[in-house]
């Protein structure tokens, strides 16, 4: 058995992480942690846990943590994480970080889109960034992965195929996605309460979203050539799920049923990525690791539609499928029956 800790183990990422792992067959949760005074019972936080995980979330040190664990999950926000990170991994544990910290290559621009110096610049660019239908020859035997964004997940999936193939124009994409509220986590804000996001829908971040140089620069090796994006999130009043409609330029006369052609022989031995014919929903992927993806010609134009559920495929899941990759498990295991 693997033993596994979870820091910031309050969210709702965190509380779908736990949830796998409590059924995955080769891991033993042994320590969770929160920055939050005293030592409450994980069922406290997480009343749905009753029952399941007799554990409290303790404030531990990264001595402590190394001590429990042989792999740590590290949910914390960004700039916490590159604190306490190169301690874990200097003290044996192998870590896969939900944060922003490491997905970016350059210093300069995770300090121009997130507004903090990095402090552990020197592996930018030398961790692997932990999208499996990508990058699964480089993840396996990895010290270190960045889990990536919940909408930068959504949005590369379905671009990926297209792009790889040179079917449409690297510039001039127009990603218009749409988040559930927990999204924005569990930590009160005013945009969140309910009279305020509640029958209403609104767009937030226009031109500025931090996501956007990750897909970019993910985007860009993927096809060999300089991605730009226009990335405009939208807060909707629902509890989970993300659907991005991609508006792009096709750059030959492909048809429709040539286009679903190209992303199934792309994802054809991707276990959580389904090309379907017909228009994906939120509804269809929630609570399950899966990637829903379509696209319809029209016009001159490719707009590709991608679905999944933010906590799931957008957090938790693709980052076991990052430690089953990482400990030589099956990709699948603890995600599939």
């Known amino acids: 058995m693997v033993k596994v800790a979870i820091l910031g183990a309050t969210g709702y990422a965190a509380l779908e992480l736990i949830k796998i792992l409590l059924a995955h067959p080769e891991v033993e949760i042994t320590a969770l942690t929160t920055r939050q005074e005293g030592s409450p019972h994980v069922q406290t936080i997480h009343p749905s846990l009753h029952g399941r995980l007799d554990l409290t979330c303790d404030n531990l040190t990264t001595d402590e943590i190394c001590e429990k664990a042989d792999v740590v999950f590290c949910a914390l926000p960004h700039k916490a994480s590159m604190e306490v990170i190169p301690q874990l991994l200097a003290g044996g544990c192998k870590v896969v970080d939900l944060s922003a910290d490491y997905r970016l290559n350059d210093p300069g621009v995770y300090e121009q ?13 030398n961790t692997v960034y932990g999208l499996p239908e990508i990058w699964s020859d480089r993840i396996p035997g990895s010290e270190l992965v960045a ?7 959504t949005s590369i999936l379905g671009l990926a195929p297209l792009i790889a193939g040179g079917h449409i124009e690297p510039t001039g994409i127009f990603i218009d996605a749409k988040s559930g509220i927990s999204g ?3 930590g009160p804000k005013l945009t969140t309460l309910y009279p305020e996001c509640n029958e209403s829908v609104a767009a937030y971040s226009v031109g500025r979203h931090r996501h956007t140089p990750e897909i970019n620069q993910i985007l860009s090796e993927v096809g060999g050539c300089k991605v730009d994006v226009v990335f405009t999130p939208h807060l909707m009043p629902m509890d989970r799920g993300i659907l991005c409609s991609i508006y792009t330029k096709l750059k030959s006369a492909i048809t429709e049923d040539e286009l679903l052609d190209v992303m199934r022989k792309y994802y054809s031995d991707k276990p959580f990525v389904r090309i379907v014919e017909h228009l994906p929903a939120t509804k269809d992927v ?7 993806i379509t696209v319809r010609r029209v016009g001159d134009n490719a707009i590709i539609f991608s679905c999944t559920d933010n906590l799931i495929k957008g957090a938790a899941g693709v980052a076991v499928q990052n430690f089953n990759l990482v400990c030589g498990f099956e990709e699948t295991l603890g995600l599939l029956p």
Do not use: I, K, M
Not at 116 to 124: G, K, N, Y
Not at 147 to 153: F, I, K, M
């Open 286 to 292: 929630t609570g399950s690791n899966f990637c829903d």
């Open 184 to 186: 924005a986590g569990r």
């Open 113 to 125: 889109w997130y507004g903090e110096v990095h402090t552990d610049p020197t592996r930018l660019g």
């Open 147 to 153: 889990n990536p964004g919940c909408y930068t997940s």
